[in-house]
């Protein structure tokens, strides 16, 4: 094979490789188009129940982040740094408060405490997870999350000394949703 032809053949495989890229990006920007809307509709959506399910109020939550400095919370029992997504007024009753533990098994946990007035939690729903199914994902489970209702102060797991049963075989998993919730103990104590 001559020289020419090789030089010929190596620019047609790079012209083909380049058209493959430029129409891969183009469908990938498409789809993105296509789906940024209905993913940003259905975390709107998931974010408006939690709300409900940790303080259920009669009317709307106010946003009041930005009352809330929005610096890292950092959490006394584990001198972990949470940081703070929103805080949300629940009327009279209280405040729900979105963090993101950054201290999960698979990564961040993305959740809402709300907290009363008194200092009680009222709830927690966690929003996003990548937790390992069957185990840190039973952190969505009503039934374990319904041991923080009406618990106040300092929160963490049993095998450390506090009041929270961890989820069978994800300790690291429990201790993360106890990080945020003590974060959003925290926040809402300095709202007062």
Request: hydrophobic share 40%; charged share 15%.
């Amino acid at each position: 094979m001559s020289e020419a032809k090789k030089q010929a053949s190596m620019a047609s495989l790079v012209i083909v490789l380049a058209v493959i890229c430029l129409v891969s990006a183009a469908i990938l920007g498409l789809i993105n188009q296509v789906t940024v809307g209905p993913i940003q509709a259905n975390t709107e959506k998931t974010v408006q129940e939690s709300l409900r399910t940790v303080m259920p109020i009669d009317g709307d939550y106010e946003d009041v982040t930005d009352q809330y400095s929005g610096d890292p919370v950092t959490v006394d029992v584990t001198g972990v740094s949470v940081p703070v997504k929103a805080v949300y007024k629940a009327a009279d009753e209280g405040y729900v408060v979105e963090t993101m533990s950054p201290n999960g098994f698979g990564g961040a946990l993305d959740m809402m405490a709300g907290v009363d007035n008194e200092g009680n939690v009222t709830g927690i729903a966690i929003i996003s997870h990548a937790e390992t199914s069957g185990l840190g994902s039973k952190s969505t489970d009503p039934e374990w999350q319904a041991q923080f209702k009406g618990v106040n102060g300092t929160i963490g797991v049993t095998k450390d000394g506090y009041q929270i049963n961890a989820i069978t075989g994800s300790t690291i998993t429990s201790r993360a949703v106890c990080d945020g919730v003590n974060a959003a103990i925290a926040v809402v104590e300095t709202l007062g």
